[in-house]
């Protein structure tokens, strides 16, 4: 059976608790039963419910489910099933061949869906009906959208003036009780811990249960990004896979991924992960770089890629396992690597939200400097769609980004309305 266990105390828990963390604060894994698992046909189970219409084997968080946590009901967008594009011509310019995750497909445009619906479904299970979560955006589209389905109360505390406005009009839009406070993620995240604290598990109804990913269900839906990729490359492990890292969730649940899945005999051998921060908000970073010996906050963090400006990430404990788990590297992107991965992305038809360029960013760095190898398979995860943040893509095309040098500026022209200045425009 499936158990919770904390990362720090090592308390375990029954996993039908749907705890959010631990008694002493420690976050909290779901540790799977290896033994229970190994008997099962995996991989033939997974390619049997490919291409089914019905729920739950149409989600491409649900059809991993045995890989998840048990839950008799789900809560479901038809969420996953994003695509794995070929990145050609980035294949030859760098000599490897790459691949995009675009976790932009997803129903709310970014990868968070896939967490969302497993913790809402968790929550709900214990007889929730609120929810709530601190969020640079993503987080709070997703919760919005899944409340919103699932007839509950979304609740979203988010850095005032901070967050991209594609990411703030979905959470209006859904309707979720929107709560801008003066302060940035990680002053909106310790308010929701402090929430978190007075979760009474004796009145479910009348709590509020936290969506944020500390919330180990959360991470437990992310892990299908991998299973994903890993289906789809026909379950022939990549080299590398790449993410950018904010308050590294997805980091702890890519590493977790791909632990299980080698050791459930899916794949021969693991892939390296690589998590990319932005200069201006690399905590994990000069962790990693420290030799995982201090791990201290960044005060006022800075970056374009808004859903990454994290300063006091809550999972690094979990990343760091990843990283080291999979034989990992961090790395940071400055603001003109971040934006010029962004501009070659977009330009190639796909595009991306700022952070999700952090992945490029990172493969341009690797490949430079030979640590990825002439013809090694890289999968670059695209985490936000494009038109999460247009203010990021028009001020860069219209030259309006200061200390931006907008080297793949597209800029459009004012004509007149005539079919010879059309002519002689193009
Ligand atoms: N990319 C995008 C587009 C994101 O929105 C986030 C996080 C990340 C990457 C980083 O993932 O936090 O798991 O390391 N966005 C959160 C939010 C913080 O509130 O939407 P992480």
């Not at 190994?38 to 968080?61: H, I, N, T």
């Not at 919760?143 to 979905?170: D, H, M, R, T």
Request: with cysteine; net charge negative; hydrophobic share 40%.
């Amino acid at each position: 059976m499936s158990k919770l266990s904390c990362i720090a105390c090592q308390k375990n828990y029954e996993i039908t608790e749907n705890r959010v963390v631990c008694e002493c604060g420690g976050l909290l894994d779901v540790q799977q039963d290896f033994a229970e698992l190994k008997k099962l046909k995996l991989k033939e189970l997974f390619e049997s419910r490919l291409g089914s219409r019905e729920l739950p084997d149409a989600s491409g968080v649900w059809r991993y489910r045995e890989l998840l946590f048990p839950t008799k009901k789900i809560i479901s967008r038809f969420e996953g099933n994003t695509r794995l594009y070929p990145a050609r011509k980035l294949s030859q310019e760098l000599g490897v061949e790459l691949f995009f995750k675009h976790e932009g497909e997803n129903p709310t445009g970014s990868f968070k869906d896939r967490g969302m619906c497993s913790a809402i479904t968790a929550g709900v299970s214990l007889g929730c009906h609120s929810f709530v979560c601190a969020s640079t955006g993503n987080t709070s589209a997703s919760l919005a959208s899944y409340c919103a389905e699932a007839g509950l109360n979304g609740i979203v505390i988010i850095p005032a003036g901070k967050i991209a406005f594609g990411k703030l009009s979905q959470a209006l839009a859904f309707g979720a009780k929107v709560l801008q406070i003066e302060g940035d993620f990680d002053a909106a995240m310790q308010l929701v811990n402090e929430l978190g604290k007075q979760f009474d598990p004796q009145n479910p109804a009348e709590s509020i249960y936290v969506l944020n990913s500390v919330n180990p269900f959360r991470i437990e839906g992310q892990k299908t990004i991998v299973f994903e990729i890993l289906q789809q490359l026909n379950w022939e492990a990549p080299d590398w896979i790449v993410l950018p890292a904010g308050n590294l969730g997805n980091s702890s649940a890519f590493g977790k991924a791909i632990v299980e899945a080698f050791e459930l005999g899916l794949i021969d051998r693991k892939p390296r992960l690589v998590s990319v921060q932005a200069a201006g908000a690399n905590p994990f970073f000069n962790y990693f770089e420290s030799g995982w010996e201090n791990f201290s906050a960044v005060e006022n963090p800075e970056t374009i890629a808004t859903a990454i400006k994290i300063g006091n990430p809550q999972s690094y404990l979990r990343a760091k396992r990843s990283i080291e788990e999979t034989n990992g590297i961090v790395l940071e992107a400055s603001e003109n690597e971040i934006l010029d991965a962004k501009a070659t992305i977009d330009a190639s038809g796909i595009g991306c939200e700022p952070a999700s360029a952090c992945s490029l960013a990172g493969i341009r760095q690797l490949a430079q400097s030979g640590v990825i190898k002439k013809g090694e398979k890289v999968v670059g995860v695209l985490t936000g769609n494009l038109l999460k943040d247009p203010d990021a893509t028009i001020n860069y095309h219209t030259g309006k980004l200061a200390g931006i040098e907008a080297k793949m500026a597209n800029q459009s022209q004012q004509i007149e309305a005539s079919v010879d200045a059309v002519l002689s425009a193009i």
